[in-house]
């Protein structure tokens, strides 16, 4: 178990970071301005990360890790036998408090791109790592790609409207796509 004062550091550390990515942009903002926006000395936050490049790709990975934890339990549920509506309505509650609650934190680190690791090839990685599980088949790079790309929107979507869509919603958008993909006969 972590120190409680090294949680609060870590805590104060991670949000004066994302507040001044989300300010100033990831690019423009510096350790020292992270740290006096956390109230610590700058050797403080250095002994808990490199740079701020290690700090952002943390953040990603440990997003990245809660992700993997929600799909492992999709994984579960759709083992079950459960309709999606009913899965959908299990696991809102993790999904709010990932997606919603973090609305801040998500908009700052889907901005950063630290070589090729973003938020979104986080996510990307998570569910081609996992996706046979939910599916139960073997998935193309198309189908990896076009799954990837609606969770990241749902992602962006719940982070924007600090809610998840709900079960219409998400229906009534794939029976439009359904429709766009329709060949008349």
Do not use: C
Not at 24 to 35: C, P, R
Not at 57 to 71: A, H, P, T, V
Not at 97 to 122: M, P
Not at 142 to 160: C, G, K, P, W
């Amino acid at each position: 178990m972590t120190d409680l004062r090294v949680r609060r550091t870590r805590f104060a550390i991670k949000q004066a970071f994302i507040d001044l990515v989300n300010e100033k942009g990831f690019e423009s903002v510096s350790v020292t301005e992270i740290a006096d926006q956390a109230m610590i000395n700058r050797l403080t936050f250095y002994k808990h990360y490199t740079d701020k490049y290690d700090l952002a790709q943390k953040l990603i990975e440990n997003f990245g890790n809660e992700y993997r934890q929600i799909i492992e339990r999709r994984g579960v549920l759709s083992e079950e036998n459960l309709s999606f509506e009913k899965i959908l309505e299990l696991m809102t509650p993790e999904v709010q408090k990932i997606f919603t609650k973090r609305g801040d934190e998500i908009r700052a680190l889907r901005s950063i791109q630290i070589g090729n690791i973003t938020l979104q090839s986080e996510i990307q990685k998570v569910l081609s790592q996992n996706i046979k599980q939910i599916v139960h088949h073997d998935t193309s790079n198309l189908e990896n790609m076009i799954l990837s790309s609606f969770i990241v929107t749902v992602i962006n979507y719940s982070a924007e409207n600090k809610k998840a869509p709900d079960f219409i919603e998400i229906r009534r958008t794939f029976e439009d796509i359904l429709e766009i993909l329709k060949i008349d006969d």
